[in-house]
């Protein structure tokens, strides 16, 4: 089991910037090697992962749509993982979710599985 607690979110001006955190805890954590990511879900979309981070090496992947503006990050004293979102644009807006998928990688894990825990979402809106 991993329990993720989300921080963060809110209403930002275009071009404003923004963090969310993502708290991962549970017995499983420090031995499956999980994929923490950031995924977010517009109306009408389909959900897509934006940024993941692999605990075990810390390696990351970005979504072409986010590349350069937002950047994911682990706490060197625990499992908080953050997500920096810089120069944000109204088509950022969504609902954020913070998920943690255990045995794949970065990419895999944002672009071909489907996460098995997810945190509650935050609600990101970018208008002015």
């Known amino acids: 089991q991993v329990r993720l607690v989300q921080h963060g979110g809110g209403l930002v001006q275009p071009g404003g910037s923004l963090r969310l955190s993502c708290e991962a805890s549970?017995?499983?954590?420090?031995?499956?090697?999980?994929?923490i990511g950031w995924f977010r879900q517009a109306p009408g979309q389909q959900r897509e992962g934006v940024a993941c981070?692999?605990?075990?090496?810390?390696?990351?992947y970005y979504a072409d749509s986010v590349k350069g503006r937002f950047t994911i990050s682990k706490d060197s004293a625990d499992n908080t993982v953050y997500l920096q979102i810089d120069s944000l644009k109204p088509e950022d807006t969504a609902v954020y979710y913070c998920?943690?998928?255990?045995?794949?990688?970065?990419?895999?894990?944002?672009?071909?599985?489907?996460?098995?825990?997810w945190g509650q979402g935050t609600q990101v809106t970018v208008s002015s």
């Open positions: 549970g017995p499983r954590l420090g031995y499956d090697d999980y994929t």
């Open positions: 981070l692999a605990l075990v090496d810390l390696s990351t």
């Open positions: 998920a943690a998928k255990s045995l794949f990688g970065a990419q895999a894990t944002c672009t071909l599985f489907t996460p098995e825990y």
